[in-house]
């Protein structure tokens, strides 16, 4: 089952490309698309556009601390 809503990024949201260093979500509106494996983070900053994959532990814990909001 997937699930997508609009969310708001709130507070420091970062996540890791590959074996890479740690990125920062940008503070502003997103996309979340959960699934049972994971949820993907969509968000774009002026012309560019990102995306990142994270656990649902990872998400469930910016959720209840208030970092990743429900629009």
């Avoid at 940008?26 to 560019?48: H, K, N, Q, Y």
């Amino acid at each position: 089952m997937t699930r997508r809503q609009n969310c708001r990024i709130t507070g420091p949201v970062r996540y890791r490309e590959g074996d890479g260093i740690l990125m920062s979500i940008p503070l502003r509106p997103c996309e979340v698309e959960v699934t049972e494996f994971d949820a993907t983070i969509s968000w774009a900053d002026g012309s560019m556009r990102g995306a990142a994959a994270v656990s649902l532990g990872q998400y469930a814990r910016w959720r209840s601390i208030g970092w990743l909001r429900a629009d």
